[in-house]
């Protein structure tokens, strides 16, 4: 398999794409994540190291969501979260589907089961389960609104 930067450069060859030292200042970083992050976070975290804008974050997110370096997780709250493909594997999601609150966890045997299942005509990647319910803070108060 290659590298997240090989990835990278072959795409940008590939699509006549101008070289930047900013994309790959992203990819170094979003690598060195060790969970999951927002387009926010990241603006907040580079900004000590280098000038760098949000949009220019942003595009750069969207172009490595496309050659998929990284997944947008679904039902987030109020603003998306990421995580490179590269450690997505290792984990599953429980997502509240009130608030968007997203918890990772690990599951050797829901890993073991998918890595089995194999398709005809799709080449798995990665896996990663989510699962769908209401967080802690949340239940109460789905509870009252029902009463
Ligand atoms: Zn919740
Ligand atoms: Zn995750």
Redesign the pocket.
């Known amino acids: 398999m290659n590298s997240p930067l090989e990835i990278l450069n072959a795409y940008i060859k590939r699509n006549n794409l101008r070289h930047t030292y900013e994309r790959e200042r992203v990819l170094e970083h979003i690598l060195s994540i060790n969970?999951?992050f927002t387009i926010l976070s990241l603006y907040e975290e580079m900004n000590k190291d280098i000038p760098i804008s949000r949009g220019s974050i942003y595009n750069t997110i969207e172009l490595f969501l496309k050659i998929g370096l990284v997944v947008r997780?679904p039902f987030a709250g109020a603003e998306a979260e990421y995580?490179t493909t590269m450690?997505?594997s290792t984990?599953h999601?429980r997502i509240c589907t009130s608030c968007g609150a997203?918890k990772?966890f690990s599951d050797q045997k829901f890993s073991k089961a998918i890595k089995n299942r194999t398709f005809a005509s799709f080449q798995t990647q990665f896996h990663?389960i989510y699962i769908y319910g209401l967080c802690k803070k949340c239940q109460p108060k789905i509870k009252k609104t029902k009463k």
Do not use: K, N
């Open positions: 969970g999951h997780h995580e450690r997505a984990h999601h997203i990772e990663s």
